[in-house]
Structures are given as C-alpha cells and as structure tokens.
C-alpha cells in the first residue's frame, strides 16, 4: 500500500482507507448502506490491515453513532496498528445543542465518540459541516482545547466551502490554532466539482483530500448501464435522492469509457474509476466502503497498478464538464493562463 503526507502535516496515511457507514445499519440511509456487525466488521479490518490499509472513517451521524461502536469492537487490541477517523457537526437529536460545532457541542461530541470507539483519542477530528451560527474562532479555540489534552491529534473538515476553509484557516493563523490538515470532500467520475476551487486551495494551503463516495454514491460500480433497469439489489433504490445527483446521459457516457479501459486492462470497472482518483493532485487518501468482504477485495485492487495516460486522458475528457461561474468566463481569452495557471490533471477549460 502506498502511504502519502496528509496534506502539509508529517501524518502518513495510506491511499486507501476504509469507510465504516456500513457499520451498524441503523435507520433509513445507513440501513441501505449496510448492517454490518461487529464479527464481519473484525473480518473486513482483519482483511483491510493485512492490505495495509490503516485508516478508518467513521462519523457520530453514521447509524446514530453505532458505527463507532461497531468500528470500536472491530480495532478493540491493535488500536496502535490503525488510524481513526471521525467527523461531528451534523444534527444527531432534537436538542439545541445537538447540531453545530459551538465549543459545547465539539467537547461533548469528541467525548462521546472516544466513549463509543473505546479509545483515549481521535487521529483526525473533523467538522462534518460548515456552523455559520458560531464564531470560527470559537470552533478553532475549542479544537486546540482537544488537541492540546490529548484527545485529538490531527484536524480537518467536510463539505467546507472555499472561503470557509480560507476563513478558518486565516482565524488559525491569527491566533495560533492547529490549521486543518485534511478536507474530505465528494470526487469522482462523474462529480468533478472539487476541481475548480477546492483542489487549487488544497494545493495552495497544504490540504489533504479524503474522498468520499468516489464511485459516485454507488454508480460507478458498472452495474447501472445505458438501456438497463436499475439492479434489484442496488442500494440506490432507497439512497439516491440523499446522494449527489449526476445526469444519466453523463453517467452513462463515463460508464461506457470504464467499461472499454475494465476490457482493455482486465480490471473491474470500480478498480478503474478508483485509479484515476488515485493520481488526482491533493488526494491524499480515498475512502471505500463495502458491504461484504468480496467487495472489498475488489475495491483493494485498485492500487498497484496505473492507467496508462491515453486511458487517463479518455476518462478526462468524458467526464469533462463546463467550469461553473465565475471560473469559465475568461478560459478562452488569450493570457488567463499565463494569469491562473491550470491544475495539472484537473478538468480543462471548454475549448474555444
């Protein structure tokens, strides 16, 4: 396994890591995910660690907080082996302190999973979701709190925008907060969003990429295909609607080029989109999931190989999309790039 920095921090995390929303299968969405239990979730670790895949994500929202518990039972002895991740700031009751990161609800809600994970700390603590509600120098204070007893050792966020990010990071710098290290962010195929801000200001600022659901919330795995019903046992029966959306012309234009590279390199068409995600610029680690242990050997083949740059350069230009406003205005005016040099191996401006 190929181990990277995240982002500008010293901590070695390895390409691959293991998302534990199929842990638990409690309630309507993580239900659909999966329902694994602690002896297969032992079993996937056993598996994911012969693999060297150390890291593990798990979040307090993820079946009411029983992925912890199961993530928790499944590491119980080799916690010095393994690399945990947790994220908290999306709603988990009724009560007005049980949504947000205020300094209250981030030092309970750190108290609460180092509780259900059975550990003594949190390698990566990190913000599910931007609090517009609360100071970000409250946010930052009450995180420096928790690193500086012990509890967390490395910080990041999730679906933060560009100028949240660079709010919070301006705050840390000001008064001498932990920066973040990591942004767990959606990438994938047929989601290139993170392209066009966030990954110029993962490079920019030293951020990490952890990428969640890089086979586009279930549609990259080559069993939804153009002219054919939506498999019985897809799981996007019941979660679509609580995914990001993709056009189905779109997805079945990048599904169709997987499809030809999966025949070409004799690969499965999840290892192939896995690849390509691999070789993104700031991804430091992309996380997969699986419900059963076949999946995850499938999805542990995705490294130890690489496309070649003509099969790279397919995938890039049909999932290529438009850049959003206000980044496509002046793509086609002569001197932008020698003004905003593009990313190397993100989406390309639309030819002129």
């Known amino acids: 396994m190929e181990y990277r920095r995240l982002g500008a921090s010293g901590l070695k995390v390895p390409a691959l890591s293991f998302g534990a929303g199929t842990f638990g299968g409690r309630g309507p969405l993580f239900g659909a995910w999966g329902d694994t239990g602690v002896q297969e979730a032992r079993r996937l670790v056993d598996i994911c660690l012969d693999a060297g895949v150390t890291m593990f994500d798990t979040a307090d929202v993820y079946s009411d907080g029983m992925s912890e518990e199961v993530l928790g039972e499944a590491v119980r002895g080799r916690r010095d082996q393994v690399i945990i991740s947790t994220k908290t700031g999306l709603p988990t009751g009724d009560g007005p302190n049980d949504a947000g990161t205020s300094r209250a609800r981030l030092i309970t809600a750190c108290e609460n999973a180092l509780r259900r994970l059975g550990t003594d700390r949190i390698d990566l603590f990190q913000l599910h979701a931007f609090d517009a509600g609360t100071p970000v120098e409250e946010v930052l204070c009450a995180l420096d709190t928790l690193v500086r007893d ?59 990429a952890i990428v969640w659901s890089p086979l586009g919330w279930g549609r990259l795995t080559g069993k939804v295909r153009r002219g054919r019903p939506l498999p019985a046992g897809s799981r996007l029966h019941g979660t679509a609607a609580w995914g990001p959306p993709v056009d189905d012309d779109h997805l079945y234009r990048v599904v169709d080029v997987l499809c030809e590279i999966a025949e070409e390199t004799g690969r499965a068409v999840p290892q192939i989109a896995l690849n390509w995600l691999l070789r993104r610029p700031t991804v430091s680690s992309v996380v997969i999931g699986a419900r059963n242990e076949e999946q995850l050997r499938q999805n542990l083949g995705a490294v130890g190989w690489t496309l070649t740059p003509e099969q790279s350069a397919r995938l890039d230009e049909v999932s290529a999309k438009t850049a959003p406003y206000p980044y496509f205005p002046y793509h086609r005016q002569e001197g932008f790039a020698r003004l905003n040099p593009p990313v190397v191996g993100a989406a390309s401006p639309p030819p002129a």
Do not use: I
């Open 150 to 208: 012990g509890k967390v050792r490395y910080t990041g966020v999730s679906n933060f925008s560009g100028w949240q990010v660079m709010k919070s990071l301006a705050a840390a710098e000001r008064y001498g907060f932990p920066r973040y290290t990591a942004h767990q962010v959606y990438y994938s195929l047929v989601g290139r969003d993170y392209e066009w801000e966030l990954m110029p200001l993962g490079l920019d600022q030293g951020l990490g």
